[in-house]
């Protein structure tokens, strides 16, 4: 079973930016895809980006321009930069990995708090 731990969320007023990090406990170049999730109070949890095996990666909508995820392979840790931030992307943000088929990990999470 694959560990992550998420680390760098925090308090940061509209406008101001994070850069959440993932650390996991595997080879992160071995994964079909890392990414970055996110749950607000009373909605479902939504992805924010992905990155496959390949380096391809995508966005929601609603982050595209603001958002970019990397990933360190050498340090196996995965990082999700948020510029521009708002109020609405308030959430608990998850990591993410899909190890193998039908083998995925999830993160404890990491608060983001925006204030206006």
């Known amino acids: 079973q694959v560990q992550l731990v998420e680390s760098g969320g925090g308090l940061v007023q509209a406008g101001g930016s994070l850069r959440l990090s993932c650390a996991a406990s595997?080879?992160?170049?071995?994964?079909?895809?890392v990414g970055w999730y996110r749950q607000a109070p009373g909605k479902q949890r939504e992805l924010v980006a992905r990155?496959?095996?390949?380096?391809?990666?995508n966005y929601d909508s609603t982050v595209k321009g603001r958002f970019t995820i990397s990933r360190d392979n050498a340090k196996n840790t995965v990082y999700l930069q948020m510029n521009s931030l708002k109020p609405e992307d308030t959430a608990v943000y998850f990591c993410?990995?899909?190890?193998?088929?039908?083998?995925?990990?999830w993160g404890q999470g990491t608060q983001v708090t925006v204030s206006s």
């Open positions: 990155a496959s095996w390949s380096g391809d990666t």
């Open positions: 993410n990995a899909d190890v193998a088929p039908g083998s995925v990990s």
């Open positions: 595997g080879r992160i170049l071995n994964f079909n895809a």
